[in-house]
């Protein structure tokens, strides 16, 4: 019962955050469709970067293991690696405040994959949460661009 407690903690969390962060880039993306010229490369990088991001809140530490958390956090750290070098200078202090909220949740993993309990899982989902807050936040002000 104590091992299923922070699975559920994290899935609950996972399917708030995952609720949340879907819907920011269907409008993302109905945009950059309707726009003849091209869209810039940040919008691509940053549906890629919400699409990691929705993949990191799905994984079930319990239930999935240590490595598919980190695994997950990789991909993460990649779209953000995209998103940092197609953003520019226009959205320098958003990209600024993304790259603050990974290294939280980088951090929280870290802290669960040495050591898993319920406290350790709990904080990769309280850092996840924010994460995806922010970055569908940055999801909608790209948009306009797009």
Same mark, same amino acid.
């Given at each position: 019962m104590t091992r299923f407690l922070p699975a559920l903690l994290v899935t609950g969390v996972v399917a708030v955050t995952? @609720?949340?962060?879907?819907? &920011?880039?269907?409008?993302?993306?109905a945009s950059a469709a309707s726009d003849t010229?091209?869209?810039? =490369?940040?919008c691509s990088s940053i549906e890629a970067l919400q699409t990691s991001v929705d993949d990191l809140t799905k994984v079930q530490v319990v239930q999935? @293991?240590?490595?598919?958390? &980190?695994?997950?956090?990789a991909s993460v750290k990649?779209?953000?690696q995209d998103?940092?070098?197609? =953003?520019g200078d226009q959205y320098a202090s958003?990209?600024?405040?993304?790259q603050t909220a990974f290294q939280a949740v980088q951090s929280a993993a870290s802290g669960a994959v040495?050591?898993?309990?319920?406290?350790t899982i709990s904080a990769v989902g309280t850092s996840v949460s924010a994460l995806a807050g922010d970055v569908r936040s940055f999801g909608d002000d790209v948009a306009s661009t797009c």
């Open positions: 995952a @609720g949340c962060t879907s819907s &920011s880039y269907s409008s993302s993306s010229s091209g869209p810039p =490369a940040v999935d @293991g240590t490595a598919a958390l &980190s695994d997950a956090v990649t779209a953000l998103v940092a070098g197609d =953003a958003q990209v600024d405040g993304l040495e050591s898993p309990s319920a406290a």
